[in-house]
């Protein structure tokens, strides 16, 4: 049974950065696609980012578009989200998930897509 485990998180300032890392145990994640899902306080958990399974295709929600970079090294079965240019707005605690169908031809932006999730990193951004 495949584990997520992301990493990362943490305190930053408006217009900061900082890197998130999943990194997958328990089984190959490499021809499965990923996502980052993001839940605020008192908000429903929504989609960041997502990449397909050889990493040659990205989607991304409109208000991280040119801040936020996903990618993913399948030598490592390791995702991560590159966060740049960081808002208040970004605080939430960031999940990644794995989808549900090997080799996706488009990403499903969508929770019920993803079939195993990590326990979350704490994201916070001061003004």
């Known amino acids: 049974q495949v584990q997520l485990v992301e990493s990362g998180g943490g305190l930053a300032q408006s217009g900061g950065s900082l890197r998130l890392s999943c990194v997958a145990s328990?089984?190959?994640?490499?021809?499965?696609?990923m996502g980052w899902f993001r839940q605020g306080p008192g908000k429903e958990r929504e989609f960041v980012a997502g990449v397909n399974w050889s990493g040659d295709k990205t989607e991304y929600r409109d208000s991280v578009k040119g801040r936020f970079t996903i990618s993913r090294d399948n030598t490592k079965n390791t995702l991560y989200l590159q966060m740049n240019s960081l808002k208040p707005e970004d605080t939430a605690v960031f999940f990644c998930?794995?989808?549900?169908?090997?080799?996706?031809?488009?990403?499903?932006?969508?929770?019920?897509?993803?079939?195993?999730w990590g326990q979350g990193t704490q994201v916070t951004v001061t003004s």
């Open positions: 998930a794995k989808s549900a169908t090997p080799f996706w031809l488009e990403i499903s932006t969508t929770t019920s897509a993803y079939d195993v």
């Open positions: 328990g089984g190959t994640v490499g021809t499965y696609g």
